[in-house]
């Protein structure tokens, strides 16, 4: 079973940092576009940040920038998200994602494979 599994959300001050990862299982998605989604209770799923197969080219949301990193380790198969200066707005269910397409890809119907996200909470 092809499977993208998120860990290290959880509850954090205004300030803190977390650091989401997301390890394939049951196949290898090399060659594929990773990304990392949100969604928010009452809101519409948003793409947070991305980052193409080689050269490790990325993407930020305005929302993010400057304090988000997204990056990728081939080896392990694995995506990470390295989330500084955490805000209550940044509460959500975050989600990783897999696109068969090698490029930066910020249309979201273009992403196959989920996860089934894991939980951030910033308490203020």
């Known amino acids: 079973q092809v499977q993208l599994v998120e860990s290290g959300g959880g509850l954090v001050q205004t300030g803190g940092s977390l650091r989401l990862s997301c390890a394939a299982s049951?196949?290898?998605?090399?060659?594929?576009?990773m990304a990392w989604f949100r969604q928010a209770p009452g809101k519409e799923r948003e793409l947070v940040a991305t980052i193409n197969w080689s050269p490790g080219s990325t993407y930020y949301a305005n929302s993010v920038k400057g304090r988000f990193t997204i990056s990728r380790d081939h080896a392990n198969d694995t995506v990470y998200l390295q989330m500084n200066y955490l805000k209550p707005e940044d509460t959500a269910v975050y989600y990783c994602?897999?696109?068969?397409?090698?490029?930066?890809?910020?249309?979201?119907?273009?992403?196959?494979?989920w996860g089934q996200g894991t939980q951030v909470t910033v308490s203020s």
């Open positions: 049951g196949r290898t998605f090399s060659g594929y576009a």
């Open positions: 994602a897999a696109s068969p397409f090698a490029n930066i890809v910020l249309d979201t119907t273009l992403y196959d494979f």
